[in-house]
Antibody, heavy 123, light 107 residues
Framework: EVQLVESGGNVVRPGGSLRLSCAAS????????MSWVRQAPGKGLEWVAN????????YYVDSVKGRFTISRDNAKKSVYLEINSLTDDDTAVYYC????????????????WGKGTTVTVSS | EIAMTQSPATLSVSPGERATLSCRAS??????LAWYQQKPGQPPRLLIY???TRASGVPDRFSGSGSGTDFTLTISSLQSEDFAVYYC??????????FGQGTKLEI
């Protein structure tokens, strides 16, 4: 069964840091780009970052550039999101998602999602 | 950055009825548009990609259409399990990927 399981969410104080993890199973992890998508309470979906199969290319939404770092370990079949300088606006459920689609022109949608891990920023 | 606008924000329909949800992009996407369904407390589920191709396991009452900037998700005969929030997402030009704000389908 294809599966993504996130972990690492917690309650943190403003300015704090966290490292989120996403463990993959049931597919060849190293063949896929991976994304993190977040959802603030009662709000819509916001793509946060993604990473290429070998980790050489990484992209971020402007609001997290310089504060968030995406990485992966293909041997451990895991993708990570290091989040620093947290603010109230970072409070959200963070989902890990597999990117699927065209590897030539980089047209990827998100076909498999984890159940998410919750980050709450509160003093 | 491509902006995605969904309408209506909320759609009230009855089981058995047809539902039509709209999504408009601020520039042409060709057909690089996906639809997702999200139920409370659950992650999004991919329904449609390439504007009109159903994902594996998606019932054929769900259909997607459109190209360019205007897209539609149609649910032909609503079942009780279809009441959820639906999001469109463009993957033509990124970063960033962008989602619509969602349409809540309610009874």
């Amino acid at each position: 069964e294809v599966q993504l399981v996130e972990s690492g969410g917690n309650v943190v104080r403003p300015g704090g840091s966290l490292r989120l993890s996403c463990a993959a199973s049931g597919f060849t992890f190293s063949d896929y780009w991976m994304s993190w998508v977040r959802q603030a309470p009662g709000k819509g979906l916001e793509w946060v970052a993604n990473i290429q199969q070998d980790g050489s290319e990484k992209y971020y939404v402007d609001s997290v550039k310089g504060r968030f770092t995406i990485s992966r370990d293909n041997a451990k079949k895991s993708v990570y999101l290091e989040i620093n300088s947290l603010t109230d606006d970072d409070t959200a459920v963070y989902y890990c998602a597999r990117n699927y689609g065209d590897n030539v022109y980089y047209y990827y949608y998100m076909d498999v999602w984890g159940k998410g891990t919750t980050v709450t920023v509160s003093s | 950055e491509i902006a995605m606008t969904q309408s209506p924000a909320t759609l009230s329909v009855s089981p058995g009825e047809r539902a039509t949800l709209s999504c408009r992009a601020s520039q042409s996407l060709n057909s690089h548009l996906a639809w997702y369904q999200q139920k409370p407390g659950q992650p999004p589920r991919l329904l449609i990609y390439g504007a009109s191709t159903r994902a594996s396991g998606v019932p054929d009452r769900f259909s997607g259409s459109g190209s360019g900037t205007d897209f539609t998700l149609t649910i032909s005969s609503l079942q009780s399990e279809d009441f959820a929030v639906y999001y469109c997402q463009q993957y033509d030009i990124w970063p960033p990927y962008s989602f619509g704000q969602g349409t809540k389908l309610e009874i």
